[in-house]
């Protein structure tokens, strides 16, 4: 059985990436790239039973899709309400309070293929974007396990009757979302913050004179832990001393 395995350096990507190997060593393809690199044109012409995008880097091109004699599977950090980029950002922005995964058949339109299974889980209300992502990547390697354990024992895998619930979220969505203008109420703005902020990545900003300025998140909890201090002394729960 011929595998090819995509993926970037994330939380349980090679323990993922292990597992291919330690089961089909000579015949499997394990290939790691980063956000901007080309897809490697050597996999174009190459043909294989199975196609593993696990939160790939690269949208698979359709010649690899026509190429792969079984499935194409990719592993999204997402539940179907929300496909595409930035699944975490607009789901701590919209304050749900469930989420999930998806694993679903790769079609040339991204997350838009069948629904193989959808993993849902809640979202807690001190989550932030990376503990609401990091929670995913757990979630995408268990489902993982279990896809393949289908696979090592050529069983079909699960059809599911859940379907996607929108089209998919764009890049250019995304970047709204860190959108900061001077119209914003502070609501409004603490929440784009809190939905845009992870570690070493762009946030919020404002732009003037066309340049950008970073928000930086910390001074917005600084803010909010001062307004909820002199909240508490109005109401005379002030500490002792004070």
């Not at 089961?23 to 690199?37: A, P, Y």
Request: with cysteine; hydrophobic share 35%; aromatic share 12%.
């Amino acid at each position: 059985m011929k595998i090819l395995f995509l993926a970037k350096q994330k939380p349980f990507s090679q323990e993922a990436a292990e597992i291919i190997k330690s089961n089909f060593f000579s015949s499997s393809k394990i290939i790691f790239g980063s956000v901007g690199e080309p897809f490697p044109a050597q996999l174009l012409t190459n043909h294989f039973d199975y196609v593993i995008s696990y939160i790939s880097p690269w949208i698979v091109p359709e010649q690899v899709l026509g190429n792969t004699k079984v499935a194409a599977i990719n592993f999204h950090p997402g539940p179907p309400e929300y496909p595409g980029i930035g699944c975490t950002n607009f789901a701590i922005y919209n304050n749900e309070k469930e989420f999930g995964i998806t694993v679903h058949h790769m079609t040339e339109r991204v997350d838009s293929g069948n629904i193989i299974t959808v993993k849902r889980f809640p979202i807690f209300d001190g989550d932030t974007v990376y503990s609401l992502t990091q929670r995913c990547y757990a979630y995408i390697y268990m489902a993982f396990v279990e896809i393949f354990s289908l696979i090592l024992s050529n069983k079909p895998l699960p059809k599911s009757e859940e379907q996607w619930k929108r089209k998919p979220f764009t890049r250019k969505e995304l970047n709204d979302l860190c959108r900061i203008t001077s119209n914003m109420s502070e609501e409004e703005i603490k929440r784009r913050v809190r939905a845009t902020t992870y570690p070493k990545m762009p946030g919020a900003f404002i732009e003037f004179a066309g340049i950008k300025f970073s928000v930086d998140a910390s001074t917005v909890k600084e803010s909010e832990r001062t307004n909820a201090e002199d909240c508490n002394i109005r109401r005379g729960g002030g500490t002792q001393g004070s």
